[in-house]
């Protein structure tokens, strides 16, 4: 697998996609996601994943939930200090870092 293939999408043309599209399009062909379902997570970005849940983590945990495979939710915290939009942007980590971060332990669990 490419490392941090997600990050080629996020917000880069010509896709511009969120946090939550981008971590789906990255992994569209390992995880076989549809192109309208990548286009439906368009409402996940900018902390409007559910319960405030940065959105490439609710990206990538729905990814591993379908392949049988563990959530990254505690990983992810320790890396990017919380689960919650809100919280990690008052840490100041770009949502840039959080796709590469969510794209990293997704391959992890993969491997």
Do not use: T
Not at 11 to 34: R, T
Not at 41 to 63: D, I, P, T, W
Not at 85 to 96: N, Q, S, T
């Amino acid at each position: 697998m490419d490392k941090y293939k997600s990050l080629l999408y996020y917000h880069s043309a010509p896709y511009n996609y969120n946090c939550a599209q981008s971590i789906l399009k990255g992994f569209q062909h390992e995880f076989q996601v549809e192109e309208s379902e990548i286009e439906a997570y368009r409402s996940n970005g900018g902390g409007k994943a559910e319960g405030g849940v940065c959105g490439a983590l609710f990206a990538a945990n729905r990814l591993l939930a379908q392949a049988g495979k563990s959530p990254i939710s505690e990983e992810f915290a320790q890396r990017a200090g919380s689960v919650y939009c809100k919280d990690i942007r008052g840490v100041k980590l770009p949502c840039k870092e959080l796709v590469r971060i969510a794209d990293d332990l997704i391959a992890e669990r993969m491997k």
